[in-house]
């Protein structure tokens, strides 16, 4: 194997809460994505915005709009790691116990 690559059979090594983190990475990257996009480009509301982006934004609808820019983006991230890695726990969970 060549120095820096990287294979799919690599992620069955990592522990379930390492792979969770992973995704919750994933999470936060889509929302950047997302954000970046719309912000910057398209004025309207890009398609599957409100689905890939739901756990950012029940966070956010748990604060009032006075926050700060950046205190808001700072919410929207976490939110969006929790909700994907939290995901991926009780997928895994759901896997476990109940298809057994």
């Known amino acids: 194997m060549i120095k820096g690559t990287f294979k799919i059979t690599e992620l069955t090594r990592l522990s379930h809460y390492q792979l969770a983190t992973i995704i919750g990475i994933f999470g ?3 929302a950047l ?3 970046l996009i719309h912000f910057y480009f398209v004025d309207l509301s890009l398609f599957g915005y ?3 982006l739901a756990p950012g934004m029940f966070v956010l609808s ?3 709009e006075e926050l ?3 205190i808001k983006m700072l919410l929207m991230l976490s939110g969006q790691f929790m909700g994907y890695a939290a995901g991926y726990i009780v997928f ?3 896997q476990n116990n109940i298809a057994d």
């Open 28 to 30: 936060i990257i889509i």
């Open 33 to 35: 994505l997302f954000h």
């Open 50 to 52: 409100r689905v890939l």
């Open 62 to 64: 748990l604060f009032t």
């Open 68 to 70: 700060s820019y950046k």
């Open 92 to 94: 895994v969970w759901i």
